[in-house]
């Protein structure tokens, strides 16, 4: 008898400490009836049994890019008088891992959860790009299964290029190129101050090149951009000559710094096209375009013709598409300025690479110059399963699962037709969406009424909430409208 009572005893402590450390990281606190939380299976899976829970109902992990940040675990708790076996899993590509008994990294982890037992599971950060990620964490107890939904936000810095490759093409040999502009943006969620660029490969640590930031340093926060020229300088004339930059910043940034390459070729020739290579980078599905241009310069002392043969099937407007390049006064090319504007790009995620023709005659010379045109069509497109919600029973909730399958970040709003009798729970309302990254929203019967009841569930793109800025990017833009759900019901 005594021997027993000791055993209460200690058992008694552990659950209590136990509990203490789950207050500590910030795990909610039990129900007050002292069962574990209910969560159920978003997915369409069995519920988890009564006497079995998992605690939290939600987990969030906030981290910096070096590995500073909050330790979370979501226990296990067995409160029936049997043994049932357990699995945890996180799907492939998610921002964090669980950790198992060697302190290593796992994504799977099995085990038997005795009678009466609680057990705590740490979770560990895998993620080391700057931004919020979710995912969820699939708990199977016994013949139940649950899923934890798990955001990760990793604080710091990050930085990128567009383009990141400018080849300048044919350059005069004793002239400096036309200036290229490429965008430095931070896509983390901290500022960044960038103090300069340094060549990372290349003959003279990048002598034959030039990026000019407008002097000084070039702060920037979260989601903003700024221009930097980038020009060749004079030198020899002989084979291609290529360098790559990074940039430098005051405090470490999150992964791999972007990398900028810049390439050219000095010639001896009257005539010159540059740049060859258009990058449009990322265009919005939604938008109406964007434009460039490229310049055709002419060293001689006779006007040259040009014309521009378009074979982009259609995707971009060149203007003009004939002309003549004025000649050079003095040490000073003429010079002829072409625009090639990208129509809206559609609905399609794609990337695309065209080439547009430009020729000219200039005396007796004829030459032809192919400059290729780059543009990445981005946005997000939506999955919605199942499309239709039946058979609820009085205050019963049904989910359905919204997917990013496209390639930006976007917010979602939530809003039932007929609110009174199907409500979408508060926490449901809105759904920040990585690119792919899937959640469950709720719909909950409420009608008061009796009788047959209806409404249709729409999903539409907002911004992002002004406090929450700091947190997640820019929502981008919704290529096509989401599937409407329908919910029925009868009471």
């Known amino acids: 008898m005594e021997k027993d009572r000791r055993l209460l005893l200690v058992l008694a402590a552990s659950l209590v400490a136990l509990a ?3 207050t500590l990281a910030g795990i909610e606190e039990p129900r007050a009836d002292g069962a574990a939380n209910d969560v159920r299976d978003d997915g369409g899976g069995a519920p988890l049994a009564d006497g079995l829970g998992v605690r939290p109902e939600k987990v969030t992990i906030t981290t910096s890019c070096q590995g500073e940040g909050e330790t979370k675990f979501v226990t296990l708790e067995n409160q029936t008088e049997r043994d049932v076996p357990y699995e945890l899993q996180v799907p492939e590509g998610s921002a964090f891992a669980l950790r198992d008994g060697n302190d290593a990294s796992a994504s799977l982890l099995k085990g038997t959860l005795r009678a009466r037992e609680v057990v705590p599971v740490y979770l560990r950060v ?17 013949d139940g299964v649950a899923q934890i939904p798990v955001t990760v936000t990793v604080n710091g ?9 400018v080849d300048f093409g044919d350059v005069r040999y004793d002239q400096p190129s036309a200036a290229s502009v490429v965008q430095i943006e931070n ?6 101050n960038v103090i300069g660029f340094t060549a990372v490969t290349g003959a003279d640590a990048g002598a034959d090149f030039r990026l000019n930031s407008g ?5 920037l926060d979260p989601g903003q951009t700024a221009d930097v020229q980038a020009v060749m300088v004079p030198g020899e004339a002989g084979s291609q000559t290529s360098a790559t930059f990074e940039p430098q910043t005051e405090a470490p940034t999150c992964g791999a710094r972007p990398t900028l390459t810049l390439r050219g070729t000095r010639v001896n020739d009257d005539v010159t096209v540059n740049p060859v290579l258009v990058d449009f980078g990322d265009v919005a599905c939604g938008s109406t375009g964007a434009t460039k241009t490229f310049t055709i310069s002419n060293y001689s002392a006779s006007p040259v013709s040009y014309t521009v043969k378009n074979d982009a099937d259609a995707r971009y407007v060149v203007t003009p598409t004939a002309g003549t390049v004025p000649p050079a006064a003095g040490s000073n090319a003429g010079t002829t300025t072409v625009t090639v504007t990208r129509k809206p790009p ?5 990337t695309y690479s065209d080439a547009i023709e430009v020729s000219f005659v200039g005396g007796a010379d004829v030459k032809t110059t192919s400059v290729e045109l780059k543009s990445k069509t981005v946005g997000a497109v939506l999955e919605v399963q199942p499309t239709a919600l039946a058979n609820f029973g009085g205050g019963e909730t049904k989910t359905f699962n919204v997917k990013n399958v496209g390639n930006k970040f976007v917010f979602l709003r939530h809003t039932s037709s007929n609110s009174s009798a199907f409500e979408i729970p508060s926490e449901s309302r809105e759904t920040p969406l990585q690119p792919g990254a899937a959640a469950n929203v709720k719909v909950r019967f409420a009608a008061s009424g009796n009788g047959q009841h209806n409404a249709n569930v729409t999903t539409t793109r907002t911004s992002t909430p002004f406090l929450l800025q700091a947190i997640y990017p820019s929502s981008g833009q919704l290529c096509e409208p989401a599937p409407t759900v329908t919910a029925t019901a009868t009471k």
């Open 187 to 192: 896509t983390g969620t901290q500022r960044v």
């Open 20 to 22: 203490a450390c789950a």
């Open 126 to 142: 895998t993620e080391t790009r700057a931004g919020t990620f979710d995912g969820p964490l699939i708990a199977r107890l016994g």
């Open 215 to 219: 002097g000084g340093s070039i702060p």
């Open 346 to 350: 559609g609905a399609a995620i794609e």
């Open 157 to 165: 810095g990050s930085l990128a290029f567009s383009p990141a490759i």
